[in-house]
């Protein structure tokens, strides 16, 4: 009984999962400590900077806040986006494919759905509102979907490399965005008695915002919404996709060894349409949750000039999970939780922008995953013989017993 516990134990410690996650932790406690040791040594050109405090406001995340319930339903909402992005990023990379062009996705979701959000008006008509949002957020879906399938097809049909064709379509999508919202027909959209320029007005002005279902008063009156629930449902589901279906089988078959994959028998372009068409409804989506919040406003007049920090964002999201869909959930609220205390670590003498050197330093480090994980696996088997050649070694002590080959 105790031999097949511990061999129960043995293949869990050696399981894919375990691994991934083991590398994922070694990833963050190595770069928390070079991050210490950074603010340590600028603790010598920094008046009143306290390297332990500034770990502490780290490690506090949004809760150093003057309103922490509030800052914590802000954190969660925040992280819905980067939820969506990573996903984009982890269900392509498990295809072999690298999609960079999240950030486009992410704008032609964001586009469709306010296109449709904010031309609707449903104020006092609740049940309209809800209707006109589901629809703006499948039209979201859809063009994502689109956008991610260009560089797809190109990719499945043409052998043309998907990082070129997805870095133009990001900056294709950001001046189609500007562009489409700077026409005269939908000056309608821009939000010209807020004192700001270039902005557009938010679904509080027509009633088609994302429910909250009580979250936000529930918060200290946060952003937080329904999004969150949507983003762990789907990693979920993206998670027994490639995990437990057939599909699924075939995408990760693709992506180990495209050609022989091919061989086997399966399609691998319909694979890759079908991976860069769901990592463009994902990233999509992303967008939409984001901008139909009735708190959340756009510049559309300086989309064109720079794109969304969370398409780029979700690389670093899904290289620290591994490209684990549900991992993607944790990896994102942990970089988002860093993110939460850069702006209290001027009280630990620091500006925000430590914080973000910590992130990069472990999204840097995530670039070593496997390393760690082989690492692991490496260890796990050399304990094992290890193991075996001591048993065997008191056999021989005890009972005489010769090794097999008759060597003594």
């Known amino acids: 009984m105790k031999k097949s516990s511990n061999n129960s134990v043995s293949r869990i410690l050696s399981s894919d999962g375990v691994r991934s996650f083991g590398s994922s932790i070694i990833c963050i406690l190595i770069g928390l400590l070079i991050g210490f ?47 969506f992005t990573s996903l984009s990023v982890a269900i392509a990379y498990k295809t072999g494919l690298f999609n960079i062009g999240a950030p486009g996705q992410f704008l032609m979701g964001t586009m469709a759905a306010l296109l449709v959000a904010l031309n609707i008006n449903s104020i006092g008509n609740t049940t309209q509102g809800v209707l006109v949002w589901i629809l703006a957020v499948v039209l979201s879906i859809v063009a994502g979907m689109a956008w991610g399938l260009i560089p797809g097809a190109l990719k499945a049909f043409f052998g043309i490399n998907e990082v070129i064709i997805s ?133 559309f007049k300086s989309v064109y000039q720079s794109l969304p920090d969370y398409g780029f964002s979700g690389i670093a999201g899904a290289f620290l ?23 209290n670590l001027t009280n630990a003498g620091y500006n925000r922008y430590f914080a973000d050197i910590i992130i990069a330093v472990i999204i840097y480090l995530a670039g070593f995953s496997n390393f760690f994980k082989d690492l692991f696996l490496k260890f796990r088997r050399g304990e094992k013989r290890d193991k075996e050649a001591g048993e065997l070694f008191k056999k021989i002590l005890v009972h005489g017993i010769e090794p097999k080959g008759g060597n003594k």
């Open 37 to 83: 040791i950074i603010m340590l040594f600028s603790s010598l050109s920094l008046k009143d900077a306290d390297p332990l405090a500034g770990l502490g406001v780290l490690f506090s995340g949004p809760f150093t806040a003057l309103k922490p319930v509030k800052e914590l339903g802000n954190m969660i909402f925040y992280t819905v986006p980067l939820i």
């Open 167 to 299: 870095i133009m379509t990001n900056w294709i999508a950001a001046n189609i965005f500007t562009w489409v919202f700077s026409t005269d027909s939908l000056s309608h959209l821009v939000n010209s008695n807020s004192g700001k320029s270039g902005y557009l007005i938010t679904t509080t002005l027509t009633g088609n915002g994302t429910p909250d279902l009580g979250l936000g008063a529930l918060t200290g009156n946060s952003y937080l919404d329904i999004g969150i629930f949507l983003a762990i449902i789907i990693a979920v589901l993206c998670w027994l996709l490639m995990n437990k279906t057939t599909l699924g089988f075939s995408m990760r078959a693709c992506g180990l060894n495209r050609f022989s994959a091919k061989y086997a028998g399966i399609n691998d372009k319909v694979n890759m349409l079908f991976s860069m068409g769901l990592a463009g409804a994902l990233a999509g989506l992303g967008g939409a949750l984001y901008y139909l919040h009735p708190g959340i406003e756009i510049q």
């Open 321 to 343: 999970a591994n490209c684990n869909p549900i991992g993607a959930v944790f990896a994102s609220l942990f970089i988002r939780y860093i993110n939460a205390s850069g702006s």
